[in-house]
């Protein structure tokens, strides 16, 4: 009967021994898997798999998808739609869209994600355009050799986002339909989305569609941290006239329940742009797991300081995002970059490169080239736009330098808070170098500078609003 006790025992302890490396292994992966689940909100909280609490601070990877003529190496500003179907009727479509895929390459390349994850950053978002995934606006995607929707770049995107550690917030920049009256959804003064007419209404359902293939494609990638539906949609009429904003309000309800009816998991930000009574709180129409974002331009300390205690007083028991931001007028970085992490907010900048006049030292980039040579659309030849388009652009190709703004920026990723640049409305910043403090201030009054003479150039042309 010993005998037999001993033998149990030394075979049960030789089980132990044998399972132990096998349950410390898949409680590993276990953990492992939980901390790299996806992103969602927990009250005003975005919280990662673990239950930890993750503010997101980065920057847009603006020009890639669509382009801003301001800053990217085309000239046009109605927007890029212009340069684009011209080209068409030049080279082809096909010629055309293989031009458009190589300046995204150049753009930006692996270095950009790695100079993003430098700076401390912790996210990426991603400004697309449905031009780069179809070939017009009657939803016709471009498909790989088997037959599936190409989303290769894309892919790539997400590939790298995931080897440098920075979550993907993917921007529909620009929709078939233009959502507002601006340059940067691809051509100003064109809104019709939001129409009661039946070209409208194919307009809503192609980009529901897109919505639709996208998030099929993206539900299992926990890198993606959330889907940002429609870039400022509505533009200055979002809360001016009650019809448009309605019409806007329920196609966002269409677009939510597509995403969810194939994807879940992932977080939706929905724009309320420049205050939060411009979107429906959570609870008319039963939103769940959403973050609202807005879009900061304002010219003083004192209306970022009135926009945060808007956010506050919403209550809506969400997240809120800063999806771009810049101080203009009188206003600062200190403060708001302070404002923004004091009060919890996530934020990414506007925009990560620029290429342009002044764009070298300008606070709007954290990389800038003033000697790119911009393309001549209507004449250029297929070779000439290749080459422009080339590997000149890249941020390490020799004609870009980083800006003070990038080594500024450096010091708030952690979530810094300058206290005397709070109380004192940027008077007496404390945070970050003398020497950058002071490049940065002079870069800004360049900025300004270039900004008017930017202004004056669209109100000749009739393309500001």
């Keep these: 009967m010993k005998r037999n006790l001993k033998k149990a025992a030394s075979l049960l302890l030789a089980a132990v ?82 031009l458009f895929k190589w300046y995204r390459s150049n753009w930006i390349t692996e270095t950009d994600y790695k100079n993003v994850a430098d700076v401390g950053m912790n996210c990426v978002r991603l400004p697309i355009w449905y031009r780069n995934f179809q070939s017009d606006d009657n939803g016709t995607w471009y498909r790989g050799a088997d037959g599936e929707i190409d989303f290769s770049e894309l892919d790539e995107v997400i590939r790298l986002c995931k080897k440098y550690g920075l979550y993907l917030i993917i921007d529909l920049h620009g929709l078939p339909g233009y959502q507002n009256d601006y340059d940067h959804c691809g051509r100003s003064k064109s809104m019709s989305l939001f129409d009661d007419t039946p070209q409208a209404s194919r307009y809503r359902e192609v980009v529901t569609d897109f919505w639709v293939e996208l998030a099929k494609h993206c539900k299992d990638e926990p890198t993606v941290a959330m889907y940002d539906l429609m870039n400022e949609p509505c533009g200055t009429n979002i809360t001016r006239e009650g019809n448009l904003q309605q019409s806007f309000w329920d196609f966002s309800d ?26 429906a709180g959570p609870d008319v129409y039963g939103w769940t797991n959403i973050v609202y974002q807005e879009h900061l331009y304002d010219v003083t300390n004192i209306a970022y300081l009135n926009k945060a205690n808007e956010i506050r007083k919403a209550g809506y028991n969400a997240p809120f995002y800063i999806g771009e931001f810049y101080p203009r007028g009188v206003s600062t970085f200190d403060y708001m970059l302070s404002l923004f992490n004091e009060r919890g907010l996530s934020w990414t900048t506007w925009t990560y490169k620029g290429a342009g006049d ?71 910043s404390s945070v970050g170098s003398v020497d950058v403090r002071w490049n940065l201030f002079m870069d800004k009054l360049k900025a300004i500078y270039t900004t008017i003479l930017d202004w004056i150039r669209k109100l000749k042309t009739g393309d500001l609003l």
Excluded at 80 to 98: P, Q
Excluded at 267 to 279: F, G, H, L, Q, V
Excluded at 387 to 407: I, M, N, P, Y
Aim: glycine residues 8%; hydrophobic residues 40%; aromatic residues 14%.
């Design 254 to 279: 269409v677009l939510y329940r597509a995403i969810r009816a194939v994807d879940p998991d992932h977080i939706i930000t929905m724009e309320a742009i420049w205050d939060p009574s411009a979107i």
């Design 358 to 428: 002044r764009a070298d030292n300008s606070p709007w980039f954290l990389y800038g080239s003033s000697t790119v040579e911009k393309i001549d659309y209507v004449n250029d030849s297929y070779d000439t736009l290749w080459t422009k388009w080339g590997e000149v652009l890249r941020t390490d190709g020799g004609q870009f330098s980083r800006t003070a703004f990038a080594d500024f920026v450096a010091n708030y990723v952690d979530g810094t808070v300058d206290h005397a640049s709070f109380y004192s409305f940027g008077t007496l």
């Design 17 to 98: 021994l044998l399972l132990t490396p096998l349950t410390a292994l898949c409680a590993g992966a276990a953990d492992m898997n939980t901390a790299q689940a996806f992103l969602h909100t927990e009250g005003e909280n975005i919280v990662n798999g673990a239950g930890e609490q993750v503010v997101l601070r980065g920057t847009n990877f603006g020009g890639w998808g669509i382009m801003e003529d301001w800053f990217c190496p085309f000239t046009d500003p109605a927007g890029e739609d212009n340069a684009y179907l011209t080209l068409v009727s030049r080279f082809g479509a096909e010629k055309t869209h293989e």
